[in-house]
């Protein structure tokens, strides 16, 4: 099957929808009108191109990702989104079957093929009809009168229908198909100025020549690949769309050397205000040249799909002075700014208080306040974070966002309840960043679920690809259960799309004890500007090098060292180092509200500690397995003691 470009796509009709394959939107007669996730409106022509016709898998991979290799998991994943779109237009207003190890097939509800109807609609009849321009692009009306049963225009009892009769109806018929083609146009406009998921790339440009010109067009392809990585948003070249057609939106910038450092200064304008949305300068090392297309790619397509896909959410425009608030909670959001994240959001509310993803940006703002919270502090925090998301799902109870962060707020004893929060979350409106599932994953991986854990850790991957944490919290995952080679592919993506420059180093310092590469440990305790005190530092040197050795004296050592280091500086490598050095029940002691570090491979000696059982119960442990049936995956074959209580 030919590859589907969107922008070069005409508008068609699929029954009663019309279909605008360039501003990704679906419009019915009534009105209901969705706009659409770029992978899904490609599947839904490529289902509609086979007039019927069953469509591979294999051709969908074809048509719809450009021949790349894809897991069955992303396709089922559209797929459902495209099912789901169905839905939420009212009704059935086309549905896709599965046909069982073969493929997939586009039917209305009648089970007509869909280019029937579409036949049905756009061939003209005669040449008035051929010059009638109901929509701004062809000649394509959105509602007709179903064409006669019977020859001669007869009813279908066989009387003749009245001459005046046909006249009147034929009249009528053409108001309302003008009228619904008016309105058809101005949803369009209305949607492509406001709430538009596309954007023209007007390019990073070089304003000196001290740059090689290499690195411009390597930017500009690497935004353009960063963006089709999953189609959530749209992008195209400056000549790819032209005129009322062309995204509202537009992305670039400049690139020039200052000192030592390469800045990057990158710009979102709205073209129709000629409004300067969101604008960030980032300097990366001057050595590191051949990295930054790539680093500038990840960082504007994160803040660009959280920022346009929230805002799809809306029923009409955000103004873009809210605009420009929301983009800004989104780069402090993904960079977890904490309280600035917190004061955009709240700006954002202040505008447009009936934008439910503003409410929930809110709530996502006070989960980042409670990282330095305590106390009667951080009770404040929760229920204020939870007034803000519920205020979100008073609005639009289809929320995932609201739901999924809910779960941070609650009381995180309640595993139960987180779970249902996250589970309601993965079955309302997708998130562009994955992070329902990536929230999930993290809360399984708690309860000692580690395989349920991976699962959702590698559904949050496939939705967002370009989000370092969740790669690392599939590789940790990984790891844990013993996987080293795949973890090593997901270490490598997450180091390659952090713009943290010793992110490498802290991963081979954290896994280290893992994985028992301690030769890579050591050499990476010895960079500087390492996120870690002297203290720390020195101590964990000390531990690899007791590890290292197999020497008890020098096991005896580090576990001083380490047991000396104040409450904040024991970190979980500090925690898992102990257990690898024998010292279980200091281990224990130290791992205070972090379950996770339970189920590392490293900590197999705390599980079979006397006093695990009651410390699993305070955590809520305990009653989370026994309420969900569920057990953690240590216990299996050689289970610990404590798998005999649940």
């Known amino acids: 099957m030919r590859q589907i470009e969107l922008a070069k796509e005409p508008d068609f009709l699929l029954g009663r929808v019309a279909v605008a394959p360039a501003l990704r939107q679906l419009t019915t007669g009534d009105g209901r009108s969705l706009v659409i996730e770029h992978r899904v409106m490609q599947v839904l022509i490529a289902l509609q191109a086979a007039d019927g016709g ?35 237009l009212g009704g059935e207003v086309f549905r896709v079957e599965t046909i069982s190890k073969v493929g997939y097939r586009l039917v209305l509800p009648t089970g007509t093929p869909a280019n029937d109807v579409a036949e049905q609609v756009t061939a003209p009849t005669s040449a008035a009809e051929t010059a009638s321009p109901l929509t701004p692009d062809a000649a394509v009306p959105l509602d ?20 005046i009769g046909r006249r009147f109806a034929a009249i009528i018929s053409t108001i309302l198909l003008l009228g619904m083609g008016a309105y058809w146009t101005w949803l369009r406009h209305d949607w492509a100025t406001g709430h538009s998921m596309s954007v023209r790339l007007s390019g990073y440009q070089l304003p000196s020549a001290d740059l090689p010109a290499a690195i411009r067009v390597s930017t500009n392809a690497e935004v353009i690949a960063a963006f089709n990585v999953d189609g959530m948003i749209g992008i195209s070249d400056t000549s790819a769309v032209t005129g009322a057609r062309q995204p509202p939106y537009s992305l670039g ?32 090392p001057g050595d590191q040249i051949s990295q930054v297309p790539h680093k500038v790619a990840i960082t504007a397509g994160i803040v660009v799909r959280c920022g346009l896909s929230g805002a799809a959410n809306h029923r009409k425009a955000l103004p873009d002075t809210a605009m420009t608030n929301y983009l800004r909670y989104c780069q402090e959001y993904w960079s977890y700014g904490g309280s600035k994240t917190l004061h955009f959001a709240q700006r954002v509310v202040a505008e447009v208080p009936d934008f439910s ?12 306040m409670l990282g330095g919270a305590g106390g009667q502090s951080e009770a404040v925090l929760r229920r204020a974070g939870i007034e803000a998301e519920d205020k979100a799902l008073m609005l639009d109870p289809e929320n995932g966002e609201a739901l999924a962060h809910k779960a941070y707020l609650i009381d995180q004893r309640d595993w139960a309840g987180q779970e249902a929060l996250f589970k309601a979350a993965i079955a309302a409106k997708p998130l562009d960043c994955g992070c329902e599932h990536y929230g999930y994953g993290l809360k399984l ?3 000692g679920r580690l395989q349920a854990a991976i699962d959702e850790f590698r559904a949050a991957t496939n939705m967002l690809a370009l989000w370092p944490d969740s790669q690392l919290a599939l590789a940790s995952a990984l790891v844990a259960t013993g996987d080293k080679n795949e973890a090593r592919q997901s270490f490598k993506t997450a180091t390659d799309l952090s713009v943290d420059p ?19 440990a050591l050499a990476a305790l010895g960079k500087p500007d390492l996120p870690l005190s002297q203290s720390s530092r020195m101590a964990l040197v000390t531990s690899y090098k007791a590890l290292a050795s197999r020497k008890p004296q020098l096991h005896g050592e580090a576990v001083e060292a380490l047991v000396k ?39 197999r000696g ?8 009651a410390v699993a119960r305070k955590l809520g442990l305990m009653t989370y397995w026994r309420s969900s049936h569920t057990r953690p995956d240590v216990c299996g074959d050689e289970a610990p003691a404590f798998c005999r209580m649940i």
Not at 144 to 163: F, I, K, L, M, Q
Not at 357 to 368: D, E, F, I, M, T
Not at 606 to 613: A, G, I, N, R, S
Request: contains cysteine.
């Open 54 to 88: 069953i469509v591979t898998r294999d051709e969908l991979t074809q048509s719809c990702w450009d021949g790349r290799i894809v897991g069955d998991d992303a396709i089922n994943r559209v797929i459902s989104r495209l099912r789901r779109t169905a839905q939420d």
């Open 144 to 163: 007709v009168v179903p064409p006669p049963t019977r020859p001669g225009g007869a009813h279908p009892d066989g009387r003749e229908r009245p001459a």
């Open 253 to 284: 910038g400049t690139i020039y050397r200052t000192g030592k450092s390469i800045r990057v200064i990158s710009r979102l304008i709205n073209d129709r205000s000629g409004v300067v949305l969101w604008s960030d300068a980032t300097d990366y």
């Open 357 to 368: 993803w503003g409410w929930s940006a809110v709530g996502n703002g006070y989960v980042q």
């Open 445 to 447: 991986q708690s309860v």
């Open 502 to 520: 010793v992110v490498a180093a802290m991963i081979a310092i954290n896994e280290g004890v893992e994985t028992g590469d301690y030769t890579a």
């Open 565 to 603: 280091l104040p409450q904040e500086e024991k970190s979980g490598t500090v925690v898992r180092m102990l257990s690898a050095l024998g010292a279980h029940k200091a281990a224990l002691r130290a791992v205070g509200e972090r379950p996770w570090l339970f189920w590392r491979r490293s900590m």
């Open 606 to 613: 705390v599980l079979d500690e006397p006093t695990f059982p």
